[in-house]
């Protein structure tokens, strides 16, 4: 339950620092009271203390298996403090659950999490602590907000050099500690204190999940409660929704949205739009096969470019009756100040995609080097994957701007076009598939 040096010189910076933004700028004031009026809300005070019942049976349990100890009381309740409201938040803003949960669970298991253990085992005096912690700050926020400014590069290389061997003076200083401080005692001790963050925050992620599907739940019939004016209808789709698609929450927004899209107003239609979310989950799991001659599957060509990070969303229909499908925007990273944005879009009918299309829109006067490599990386790929033919290099086709070709039956169109501001312009790959 002791507090290191480090630890102690931590506390009094940020004393210092939040004591001096608040006498000095009362916007900084006025924002730090909304925070403060906002976790006092109910909905966070109850989910913060379900969190910390759910927590204290883990630690329980923990206890009871030898596994903790009185003396990790500090790390438990500097991870409660510090994680778990940014667990919270990352999870109800996670679009992609399971991809949020994977990424929770590979951050705990690794390297970075026992060097950062073995660093903050030991520490320097107090007086080093005090003047290292500032510089060590501002080295860390000039690195970060100055990587615009090529001029810097050189001051950069030499504050990272710097930092380096900071961190492995560091690190040697808390293996030297650790082997002349050696004993059984000590080494039961800090293993626990190493795998008890991982421990806890594993322990957390059941928690997660559950409370991820409840706020989607409580998202959804939100909605509908606005959507159906109707009491009766509003409580039917409840219990239909919570008997359907149970822990699918990805199905469930999606009923939400077709609901809408389909004008829903009636108890049998209320059925029907769950059967063909059924359906649609059906085809998904076992996608129909789609001659080359007529087009793609919809849920095969959502996953050509899964390699290049721009996996489609689910494969619907709009209010026109048009089925259609796009990916997240992919930033392009860079040094300039706007990343330029690749997107991918399939279009078709409800069985066939006809269409695929590869959105770029280059935010810069001069295209970088890093976006023409991954625009002809990801070109390549979706002509590879959807056609099967070589033939066809994306960066010979991109030097020859507006082009078209035709390759079996399939017309291959690029396509450039200029923004309104003239700062930059929209490239595009379509490959559609001929009429007969």
Same mark, same amino acid.
């Given at each position: 339950m002791?507090?290191?040096?480090r630890?102690l010189?931590?506390v009094?910076?940020? !004393?210092?620092?939040?004591?001096?933004?608040?006498?000095?700028?009362?916007?900084?004031r006025?924002?730090?009271c909304?925070?403060?009026?906002?976790?006092?809300?109910?909905?966070?005070?109850?989910?913060?203390?379900?969190?910390?019942?759910?927590?204290?049976i883990? !630690?329980?349990?923990?206890?009871?298996?030898?596994?903790?100890q009185w003396?990790?009381?500090?790390?438990?309740?500097?991870?409660?403090?510090?994680?778990?409201?940014?667990?919270?938040?990352?999870?109800?803003?996670?679009?992609?659950?399971?991809?949020y949960?994977?990424?929770?669970?590979k951050?705990?298991?690794?390297?970075?999490v026992?060097l950062?253990?073995?660093?903050?085992?030991?520490?320097?005096s107090?007086?080093?602590?005090?003047?290292?912690?500032p510089?060590?700050?501002l080295f860390?926020?000039y690195?970060?907000?100055n990587?615009?400014?090529?001029?810097?590069?050189k001051?950069?290389?030499?504050?990272?050099?710097?930092?380096?061997?900071?961190?492995?003076?560091?690190?040697?200083?808390?293996i030297?500690?650790?082997?002349?401080l050696?004993?059984t005692?000590?080494?039961?001790?800090?293993?626990?204190?190493?795998?008890?963050?991982?421990?806890?925050?594993?322990?957390?992620?059941?928690?997660?999940?559950f409370?991820?599907?409840?706020?989607?739940?409580e998202?959804?019939?939100?909605s509908?409660k606005?959507?159906?004016?109707?009491?009766?209808l509003?409580?039917?789709?409840k219990?239909?929704?919570?008997?359907?698609?149970?822990?699918?929450?990805?199905?469930?927004?999606?009923?939400?949205?077709?609901?809408r899209?389909?004008?829903v107003r009636?108890?049998v239609?209320?059925?029907k739009?769950v059967?063909?979310?059924?359906?649609?989950k059906?085809?998904?799991?076992?996608?129909p096969?789609?001659?080359?001659?007529?087009?793609?599957?919809?849920?095969?060509a959502?996953?050509?470019?899964?390699?290049?990070?721009?996996?489609?969303?689910?494969?619907?229909?709009?209010?026109?009756?048009?089925?259609?499908?796009y990916?997240?925007?992919?930033?392009?990273?860079?040094?300039?100040?706007?990343?330029?944005?690749?997107?991918?879009?399939?279009?078709?009918?409800?069985?066939?995609v006809?269409?695929?299309?590869l959105?770029?829109?280059?935010n810069? !006067?001069?295209?970088?080097e890093?976006?023409?490599?991954?625009?002809?990386?990801?070109?390549?790929?979706?002509?590879?994957?959807?056609?099967?033919?070589?033939?066809?290099?994306?960066?010979?086709?991109?030097?020859?701007?507006?082009?078209?070709?035709?390759v079996?039956?399939?017309i291959?169109?690029?396509?450039?076009?200029?923004?309104?501001?003239n700062?930059?312009y929209t490239?595009?790959?379509?490959?559609?598939?001929k009429l007969e």
């Amino acid at each position: 339950m002791d507090i290191n040096n480090r630890e102690l010189a931590t506390v009094i910076w940020i !004393v210092i620092s939040f004591t001096c933004l608040f006498y000095y700028h009362r916007s900084v004031r006025d924002s730090f009271c909304n925070v403060i009026k906002c976790f006092f809300d109910k909905k966070v005070l109850f989910v913060i203390a379900l969190s910390a019942i759910w927590m204290s049976i883990g !630690v329980f349990i923990l206890y009871e298996m030898n596994a903790w100890q009185w003396n990790n009381i500090k790390t438990t309740l500097t991870w409660f403090a510090f994680s778990i409201i940014t667990m919270i938040i990352g999870v109800s803003k996670a679009e992609d659950k399971k991809k949020y949960f994977l990424s929770l669970f590979k951050e705990n298991i690794n390297i970075g999490v026992f060097l950062t253990f073995v660093i903050e085992l030991y520490s320097f005096s107090f007086f080093i602590e005090f003047i290292m912690i500032p510089i060590s700050v501002l080295f860390f926020v000039y690195i970060n907000y100055n990587s615009l400014s090529k001029n810097n590069v050189k001051i950069k290389l030499f504050i990272n050099i710097i930092m380096f061997f900071w961190m492995v003076a560091y690190f040697l200083h808390s293996i030297y500690l650790s082997i002349a401080l050696f004993n059984t005692n000590w080494l039961l001790s800090n293993l626990i204190e190493l795998f008890l963050p991982v421990i806890l925050s594993l322990i957390c992620i059941p928690f997660l999940y559950f409370l991820s599907i409840y706020m989607e739940y409580e998202r959804v019939f939100s909605s509908l409660k606005i959507y159906f004016n109707d009491d009766d209808l509003f409580k039917y789709a409840k219990k239909l929704s919570l008997k359907s698609f149970k822990l699918n929450v990805d199905y469930l927004r999606r009923w939400n949205r077709n609901l809408r899209l389909n004008q829903v107003r009636s108890k049998v239609d209320l059925e029907k739009s769950v059967c063909d979310i059924k359906k649609l989950k059906d085809l998904e799991s076992n996608p129909p096969f789609v001659s080359l001659d007529k087009g793609w599957s919809p849920y095969l060509a959502r996953n050509f470019l899964e390699k290049d990070k721009l996996v489609t969303n689910d494969y619907h229909s709009d209010c026109d009756g048009k089925w259609w499908a796009y990916s997240r925007p992919l930033l392009i990273e860079q040094e300039n100040l706007f990343s330029d944005i690749i997107t991918y879009y399939i279009y078709g009918d409800e069985n066939i995609v006809s269409e695929l299309k590869l959105k770029v829109d280059i935010n810069n !006067v001069s295209i970088s080097e890093s976006t023409k490599n991954v625009i002809s990386k990801v070109f390549d790929h979706l002509l590879v994957n959807s056609t099967k033919s070589t033939s066809i290099q994306a960066s010979e086709c991109l030097m020859k701007i507006p082009f078209s070709i035709e390759v079996d039956n399939y017309i291959i169109n690029f396509t450039k076009e200029n923004f309104i501001s003239n700062k930059g312009y929209t490239l595009e790959l379509n490959i559609l598939i001929k009429l007969e």
